[in-house]
C-alpha cells in the first residue's frame, strides 16, 4: 500500500463502535504498561495522571498492569510527580479539542516540569486528535502509544512534535476507510521508469523557468533534481546575462537566454517561453526568478497561456492570485509563502496546518503541497496527503528548488498531480535519510535520488 489509514476523533470513533469498551480499555490499558517497562526496564516508580474519560480509565489499567508486574504505580493523586521514575500521561485522549481548562494546564504544567520521562496514553494531553493543534498547555510526552492506527493529530505538527517516539498498539479494530491519508515508500512504485522503448523525450521533458542575477543556484538545483528524478530531457529558461553561469554549472541542461531587465527575466521573454514550453511535459517555475513587478507578470501570462502542467515555488509565489486554468498546477510553498498567498501570518499558518494547506488548495483551485517535516499535499474537495519520511538534513537552503525539480519530474511523465507532489515529498524525503546528517546540503539529496528510486518497493 502506498497510503495508510490516518484517523481523527470521529473516525476512531466509528472504528470503535459496536466492541466492547471495557475490553478496549483493557487492552489499551495493557499495551501503555507493556511500553512503558520496555522502554524504561530500570524504572520503579511510575506514576499515571489521568482524567474523567476513557483515556483516564487507560492510564488506571495500566497502573493494575504495572502493579501486577511489580512495579511501585500510582495514580498522581496518591504519589507526588516529583517521586516519578516514569509518568503516565492520561489526562486527554481523542475527544480533546481547544484549550485545557485552568486546572488541567497546572496539571500539565507539572507534568512537564518534573524530570520524569513522560510516555502519553493515545495522544499527549492538549492535542488535538483530528488537527495536530496545541491551543495552550501541552504535554511534552518521550514516547506516545496510540492504539490502532496513527492520528492525525500526531503526524502534523505542531502535535507531532510533542509525541517523541510514537508506538501504535494492536487492540483489535478493523482498518476503516479515513479521509487523510500516510504517505508510505510504497507510493513510489507508482511513478514510471524510463523503459527500453522510450528516448530522451518521451521518458518526461521538463522546463525550469527561473533565474535571475545573484540567483543560478535555484533552478540550477531545480534542473539538477529534476534529471535525477528521473526525467530524460531538461531545460532551462533564464535571464541572457546569467547564460555563462549556467553554461558552466549545467552540463546536460539545455539552456533558452531570455530577455531580461534588472538581471531577471521579463515579459518579452513569455512569447519564446511558450513556444519553447511546447515540447516541455512540464514546467518548474519561479526557482530564483526574482520579485517585481516583472516576475509576477510572467509567472502570470505563463499560467495562463500554458497548457502544460505547471509546478510553482519560491519567488513564482511572491504576489501570486488566482488563475484559470485546465492543465494541472502544484504550489509548493512554505509556511511564510501560504501565510503571504492566504493573508494571515506565520505563525497562524504553522499553528493550523491542516486548515491552512485546504484552504490553500481551495483558494488557488489546485494541488497544494506546504512544505515542512510533516508535508501536507491538498486538492480541493479530498482529504491531505501527509508525508513524513524526511530526516533534519532538509533543513537547509534550496530543498525546496530540490522538490520543485522532482515534482516537475514525475508530472512530465503524466502522473496525476496529487499523487506526483506526494511522491515527490516521499522521494525528497527518503533521500534525505541516505546522506550524512551533519552539514548536508541541498546537492547531497540530489545525488540521492536514484539511489531512491531504485531501491525496492
Same mark, same amino acid.
Given at each position: 500500500?502506498?497510503?495508510?489509514?490516518?484517523?481523527?476523533?470521529?473516525?476512531?470513533?466509528?472504528?470503535?463502535?459496536?466492541?466492547?469498551?471495557?475490553?478496549?480499555?483493557?487492552?489499551?490499558?495493557?499495551?501503555?504498561?507493556?511500553?512503558?517497562? $520496555?522502554?524504561?526496564?530500570?524504572?520503579?516508580?511510575?506514576?499515571?495522571?489521568?482524567?474523567?474519560?476513557?483515556?483516564?480509565?487507560?492510564?488506571?489499567?495500566?497502573?493494575?498492569?504495572?502493579?501486577?508486574?511489580?512495579?511501585?504505580?500510582?495514580? !498522581?493523586?496518591?504519589?507526588?510527580?516529583?517521586?516519578?521514575?516514569?509518568?503516565?500521561?492520561?489526562?486527554?485522549?481523542?475527544?480533546?479539542?481547544?484549550?485545557?481548562?485552568?486546572?488541567?494546564?497546572?496539571?500539565?504544567?507539572?507534568?512537564?516540569?518534573? $524530570?520524569?520521562?513522560?510516555?502519553?496514553?493515545?495522544?499527549?494531553?492538549?492535542?488535538?486528535?483530528?488537527?495536530?493543534?496545541?491551543?495552550?498547555?501541552?504535554?511534552?510526552?518521550?514516547?506516545?502509544?496510540?492504539?490502532?492506527?496513527?492520528?492525525?493529530?500526531?503526524?502534523? !505538527?505542531?502535535?507531532?512534535?510533542?509525541?517523541?517516539?510514537?508506538?501504535?498498539?494492536?487492540?483489535?479494530?478493523?482498518?476503516?476507510?479515513?479521509?487523510?491519508?500516510?504517505?508510505?515508500?510504497?507510493?513510489?512504485?507508482?511513478?514510471?521508469? #524510463?523503459?527500453?522503448?522510450?528516448?530522451?523525450?518521451?521518458?518526461?521533458?521538463?522546463?525550469?523557468?527561473?533565474?535571475?542575477?545573484?540567483?543560478?543556484?535555484? +533552478?540550477?538545483?531545480?534542473?539538477?533534481?529534476?534529471?535525477?528524478?528521473?526525467?530524460?530531457?531538461?531545460?532551462?529558461?533564464?535571464?541572457?546575462?546569467?547564460?555563462?553561469?549556467?553554461?558552466?554549472?549545467?552540463?546536460? =541542461?539545455?539552456?533558452?537566454?531570455?530577455?531580461?531587465?534588472?538581471?531577471?527575466?521579463?515579459?518579452?521573454?513569455?512569447?519564446?517561453?511558450?513556444?519553447?514550453?511546447?515540447?516541455?511535459?512540464?514546467?518548474?517555475?519561479?526557482?530564483?526568478?526574482?520579485?517585481?513587478?516583472?516576475?509576477?507578470?510572467?509567472?502570470?501570462?505563463?499560467?495562463?497561456?500554458?497548457?502544460?502542467?505547471?509546478?510553482?515555488? =519560491?519567488?513564482?509565489?511572491?504576489?501570486?492570485?488566482?488563475?484559470?486554468?485546465?492543465?494541472?498546477?502544484?504550489?509548493?510553498?512554505?509556511?511564510?509563502?501560504?501565510?503571504?498567498?492566504?493573508?494571515?501570518?506565520?505563525?497562524?499558518?504553522?499553528?493550523? #496546518?491542516?486548515?491552512?494547506?485546504?484552504?490553500?488548495?481551495?483558494?488557488?483551485?489546485?494541488?497544494?503541497?506546504?512544505?515542512?517535516?510533516?508535508?501536507?499535499?491538498?486538492?480541493?474537495?479530498?482529504?491531505?496527503?501527509?508525508?513524513?519520511?524526511?530526516?533534519?538534513?532538509?533543513?537547509?537552503?534550496?530543498?525546496?528548488?530540490?522538490?520543485?525539480?522532482?515534482?516537475?519530474?514525475?508530472?512530465?511523465?503524466?502522473?496525476?498531480?496529487? #499523487?506526483?507532489?506526494?511522491?515527490?515529498? !516521499?522521494?525528497?524525503?527518503?533521500?534525505?535519510?541516505?546522506?550524512?546528517?551533519?552539514?548536508?546540503?541541498?546537492?547531497?539529496?540530489?545525488?540521492?535520488? +536514484?539511489?531512491?528510486?531504485?531501491?525496492?518497493?
Amino acid at each position: 500500500m502506498s497510503l495508510d489509514p490516518l484517523y481523527t476523533a470521529d473516525e476512531m470513533k466509528a472504528a470503535e463502535a459496536g466492541h466492547d469498551v471495557k475490553e478496549l480499555m483493557a487492552r489499551a490499558g495493557r499495551a501503555v504498561a507493556e511500553e512503558a517497562m $520496555r522502554r524504561f526496564p530500570d524504572a520503579r516508580r511510575f506514576v499515571a495522571v489521568c482524567g474523567q474519560g476513557a483515556n483516564g480509565g487507560d492510564g488506571r489499567i495500566a497502573v493494575e498492569v504495572l502493579e501486577a508486574a511489580g512495579k511501585a504505580a500510582r495514580p !498522581a493523586e496518591d504519589a507526588p510527580l516529583e517521586d516519578a521514575d516514569v509518568i503516565i500521561d492520561a489526562l486527554f485522549g481523542t475527544g480533546f479539542v481547544g484549550e485545557p481548562r485552568e486546572d488541567a494546564g497546572r496539571t500539565i504544567e507539572a507534568i512537564n516540569a518534573a $524530570r520524569a520521562p513522560v510516555v502519553s496514553v493515545d495522544l499527549p494531553s492538549g492535542v488535538d486528535a483530528s488537527t495536530g493543534e496545541v491551543a495552550g498547555a501541552c504535554v511534552e510526552a518521550a514516547v506516545t502509544v496510540t492504539f490502532h492506527g496513527p492520528k492525525v493529530g500526531l503526524e502534523l !505538527a505542531p502535535g507531532r512534535f510533542r509525541s517523541g517516539e510514537v508506538v501504535v498498539a494492536d487492540i483489535g479494530l478493523e482498518p476503516l476507510e479515513t479521509e487523510h491519508k500516510l504517505v508510505t515508500p510504497g507510493i513510489l512504485g507508482e511513478i514510471p521508469r #524510463r523503459q527500453a522503448d522510450q528516448n530522451k523525450y518521451t521518458a518526461g521533458t521538463v522546463l525550469v523557468v527561473g533565474g535571475s542575477r545573484g540567483l543560478t543556484g535555484a +533552478p540550477s538545483l531545480a534542473a539538477e533534481a529534476a534529471f535525477r528524478a528521473d526525467a530524460g530531457y531538461v531545460a532551462v529558461a533564464v535571464p541572457e546575462s546569467t547564460l555563462a553561469v549556467f553554461e558552466q554549472r549545467l552540463l546536460e =541542461a539545455v539552456k533558452l537566454p531570455c530577455p531580461e531587465s534588472d538581471g531577471r527575466i521579463s515579459p518579452q521573454a513569455v512569447a519564446p517561453i511558450v513556444e519553447f514550453a511546447a515540447k516541455a511535459g512540464s514546467l518548474a517555475l519561479g526557482p530564483g526568478l526574482g520579485r517585481g513587478k516583472g516576475p509576477s507578470e510572467v509567472v502570470r501570462l505563463l499560467l495562463e497561456q500554458l497548457d502544460r502542467p505547471i509546478v510553482v515555488d =519560491a519567488d513564482g509565489l511572491y504576489e501570486l492570485e488566482p488563475v484559470e486554468r485546465s492543465a494541472p498546477t502544484v504550489l509548493t510553498p512554505h509556511e511564510g509563502e501560504l501565510a503571504r498567498l492566504l493573508g494571515e501570518e506565520s505563525d497562524w499558518v504553522a499553528a493550523h #496546518r491542516l486548515e491552512a494547506v485546504r484552504r490553500g488548495a481551495e483558494r488557488f483551485n489546485c494541488v497544494c503541497l506546504l512544505k515542512g517535516a510533516d508535508t501536507l499535499i491538498a486538492t480541493p474537495g479530498r482529504g491531505v496527503l501527509v508525508s513524513s519520511l524526511g530526516s533534519p538534513a532538509l533543513a537547509t537552503a534550496g530543498t525546496g528548488d530540490v522538490l520543485t525539480g522532482i515534482v516537475a519530474a514525475f508530472l512530465a511523465k503524466g502522473v496525476e498531480p496529487r #499523487r506526483a507532489a506526494a511522491a515527490a515529498a !516521499a522521494a525528497q524525503q527518503l533521500a534525505s535519510t541516505l546522506i550524512p546528517q551533519s552539514g548536508a546540503i541541498a546537492s547531497d539529496i540530489v545525488g540521492a535520488l +536514484p539511489l531512491v528510486l531504485d531501491a525496492p518497493v
